[in-house]
C-alpha cells in the first residue's frame, strides 16, 4: 500500500461550521470555499460535524483532515487535495466542541439531506413529534439536530451580546432559506420567546441553489485513486465538472468571497431553485425508479435506454418546462440539453438505487408541484404520474418480478404496508394518498390524481417500466 495522504500546508483558521459532511459538501462547498481562500485570503477554514455516524471523521484524521476531489471530465480525471478543512467532529461525542466551534463561526452552513430538516414536507412545519427535536428541547448541552445546535449557538451569542453568523442550507429543498429560517424559530419559540425574536431581528438565512452531481465512492473508486494519485486516501470524492451554486445575496456576518470563484448572488434564488429541482431533481427520482425496475444500474445505463431517454425528453418539454418561469436569462431548451448530456456521462457511475433512496421526502418538491401546476393548466401530466407509479412500485419493497428491493426511507414500513394483502391498483393508490405528510389532502382529492396514479401502476405492470415509459414518450 502507498503512503497515507498528508497535509502540505497549515490548516485555515476555522470561520465556518458546515454540518453534514457528506460526499456532496465536500466535493462542492468545500471547493469553492477552499477557491475563494486562495483568491482572496481569509479565514474560512470549515468545521466539518457529523451529526451521527463517525465514519468521515475516522477516515480522514489520520490524513489531517485532507482528501482529493477528482473531477471525471471528458479528457479524463484531474485530482485536487483539498486541505480546507480545520477539524472534523461528530456531534454526540463532542458536543461541547462543536459549540465552541460555533462560537468562531461567521458562517453556518448546511447539507444534512432532506430528514435533517426535522419537518413534515407537506406543511414545511416543524414536526415536533421527532425524536431529535424532543432531543433537542430536552437537552440543551446535546442536541440531536443541527437546527438544535443553531438556536443554542445563537442564544449564546445573544447573551453575550454578540453578533449572530449566517446561516446558510445547501439542501435540494424549495426556499431552502426560508423553510430553515422558519423550523430554527419555531424551534427558539420552544426554548425562549426573547430568543425567538432576535433571531427573526438579526440573523440572515439565505436561500440558495446547490448543483454538481456527486455519486458515492465505493472501495474500488477509494483503489482507482490510490492509484492515481500514488497516494492512499480512504475518504476520497468524484464528483462532474458542472457545478453551480446560486445564493440569495443576504448575510448577517462576514463571508468568503463565493462571487469571485464563480458563486452567483442573486436577489431572489427561487427561479433558479425550481428550475433545477423539477428539471435535474424531478427527471432524476422519475428515472431512477423506472430505470431501477427497468434493472439499470446507474443514470447513464438508464438514459442509454432509447424509451427512457425519449420519455425524460418528453418530461423536460411537455411536463416540466411549459410550468416553469425561466431565470433571467437561460434558455430552458438548452438547459435540459445539457441535463441530458450529464446524465448520459458514463464516467459517473451514479446509482438509480442510490438517487432513489428517501423518496417520501423527496417527490414532493420534485414532481408533486409539477404536477398540480399542470392539472391547473388543464393538462393531464401522464409521464409524471408514471414517475410516482414507478415509486409506489419500488417502495413496495418488491420488483416488477417480484425480487426484493431494498428501501432507504423513513417512512419504509409505511410505504410497504400500503400493498399489503392487495393488488388493485385503485385500492392501492388510494392507501397512498392518505399518507398526508407526502400528499397535501388539497392534492390528493383532485379527482384526476388517484385515477391517473392508477393507470400508470397498471401500465407499468402491464407493459415494464420501459413499454410504460415509451408509451408516454409516444
Ligand atoms: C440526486 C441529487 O440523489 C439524488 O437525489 O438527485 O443528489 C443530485 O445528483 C444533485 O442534486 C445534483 O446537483
Not at 92 to 97: L, M, R, S, T, V
Not at 155 to 174: E, H, L, Q, W
Not at 457 to 465: I, T, V
Amino acid at each position: 500500500m502507498s503512503a497515507r495522504l498528508a497535509r502540505s500546508r497549515p490548516a485555515p483558521e476555522t470561520g465556518i461550521v458546515h454540518f453534514g459532511l457528506g460526499a456532496f459538501a465536500r466535493a462542492f462547498a468545500a471547493i469553492f470555499v477552499e477557491q475563494a481562500i486562495e483568491t482572496h485570503g481569509g479565514d474560512w477554514g470549515i468545521v466539518g460535524v457529523s451529526l451521527r455516524s463517525p465514519d468521515t471523521r475516522d477516515a480522514l484524521k489520520p490524513q489531517d483532515w485532507t482528501y482529493t476531489a477528482v473531477e471525471l471530465g471528458p479528457d479524463g480525471e484531474t485530482p485536487r487535495h483539498v486541505q480546507v478543512l480545520s477539524d472534523v467532529l461528530v456531534a454526540p461525542e463532542a458536543p461541547g466542541a462543536v459549540f465552541d466551534a460555533l462560537d468562531k463561526a461567521n458562517l453556518v452552513t448546511l447539507t444534512v439531506t432532506e430528514k435533517g430538516y426535522c419537518h413534515v414536507p407537506a406543511t414545511g412545519k416543524l414536526n415536533r413529534d421527532n425524536p431529535d427535536i424532543v432531543q433537542d428541547l430536552s437537552d440543551p448541552a446535546c442536541p440531536a439536530s443541527a437546527l438544535g445546535y443553531i438556536a443554542r449557538a445563537l442564544d449564546a451569542r445573544r447573551k453575550a451580546g454578540r453578533a449572530p453568523f449566517t446561516v446558510m442550507s445547501c439542501d435540494n429543498i424549495p426556499s431552502n432559506g426560508n423553510l430553515l429560517r422558519g423550523l430554527v424559530l419555531d424551534l427558539a419559540a420552544e426554548m425562549d420567546a426573547g430568543l425567538r425574536d432576535w433571531i427573526a431581528e438579526h440573523v440572515a438565512f439565505p436561500s440558495t441553489m446547490v448543483d454538481r452531481i456527486v455519486p458515492a465512492t465505493t472501495e474500488d473508486d477509494i483503489r482507482h485513486i490510490e492509484g492515481l494519485i500514488g497516494a492512499h486516501d480512504a475518504a476520497p470524492v468524484r464528483h462532474e465538472p458542472f457545478r453551480q451554486w446560486v445564493m440569495e445575496d443576504r448575510f448577517c456576518a462576514p463571508r468568503p468571497d463565493f462571487g469571485s470563484v464563480g458563486a452567483e448572488l442573486v436577489e431572489d434564488v427561487a427561479p433558479y431553485e425550481h428550475m433545477k429541482l423539477r428539471c435535474l431533481n424531478g427527471t432524476h427520482s422519475s428515472l431512477a425508479y423506472l430505470g431501477y425496475l427497468a434493472g439499470a444500474e446507474t443514470m447513464s445505463d438508464t438514459v442509454a435506454r432509447p424509451p427512457l431517454a425519449a420519455y425524460v425528453r418528453h418530461l423536460w418539454d411537455n411536463e416540466i418546462t411549459p410550468v416553469l418561469t425561466a431565470p433571467p436569462g437561460v434558455d430552458l431548451s438548452d438547459y435540459t440539453a445539457s441535463l441530458f448530456d450529464r446524465f448520459a456521462n458514463p464516467a459517473i457511475h451514479h446509482r438509480t438505487w442510490q438517487i432513489a433512496m428517501d423518496g417520501s421526502l423527496k417527490l414532493p418538491q420534485r414532481i408533486l408541484d409539477s404536477v398540480r401546476e399542470n392539472l391547473d393548466a388543464g393538462r393531464t401530466p401522464e409521464g409524471l404520474f408514471l414517475a410516482i407509479a414507478a415509486w409506489m412500485q419500488f417502495s413496495s419493497g418488491k420488483g416488477l418480478d417480484g425480487a426484493p428491493i431494498e428501501v432507504k426511507d423513513p417512512m419504509a414500513g409505511r410505504l410497504a404496508a400500503c400493498w399489503d394483502g392487495t393488488t388493485d391498483p385503485d385500492e392501492i393508490v388510494g392507501r397512498y394518498l392518505a399518507l398526508d405528510e407526502i400528499f397535501d389532502p388539497a392534492f390528493a382529492a383532485r379527482t384526476e390524481v388517484p385515477e391517473g396514479l392508477a393507470r400508470a401502476l397498471r401500465n407499468l405492470r402491464a407493459d415494464g417500466a420501459e413499454g410504460a415509459a415509451g408509451a408516454v414518450a409516444g
